[in-house]
């Protein structure tokens, strides 16, 4: 059973920075593309980043220069490092593993 957890998320000042993780199991991680997702209220899904398992990255245009995923298959984990947080970066933000699977989701609130 393929289970994606994920954590690190909550309340921020815009200008302010959060790292999230997301712990794998059930998946052979290291030869997976994992991505993070966003859903905002009344939007619909949409990526913010994607790693491939050689280590290539694809960002939204909206989190270009201001989010890094990054991956450690040792530890079954992505990470998404993000700074600079602007309110509109308010979501519930998901792990996604091999396109097909999806974790919890944790809350991001940027709000002064």
């Known amino acids: 059973q393929v289970q994606l957890v994920e954590s690190g998320g909550g309340l921020v000042q815009p200008g302010g920075s959060l790292i999230l993780s997301c712990v794998a199991s059930?998946?052979?991680?290291?030869?997976?593309?994992m991505a993070w997702y966003r859903q905002a209220p009344g939007n619909e899904r949409e990526l913010v980043a994607q790693?491939?398992?050689?280590?290539?990255?694809i960002y939204a245009e909206s989190v270009k220069g201001r989010f890094t995923i990054s991956r450690d298959n040792a530890k079954k984990t992505v990470y998404l490092q993000m700074n600079s947080l602007k309110p509109e970066d308010t979501a519930v933000y998901y792990c996604?593993?091999?396109?097909?699977?999806w974790g919890q989701g944790t809350q991001v609130t940027v709000s002064s």
């Open positions: 790693i491939t398992t050689a280590g290539t990255t």
């Open positions: 996604n593993g091999a396109y097909s699977y």
């Open positions: 059930g998946i052979r991680f290291s030869i997976n593309t």
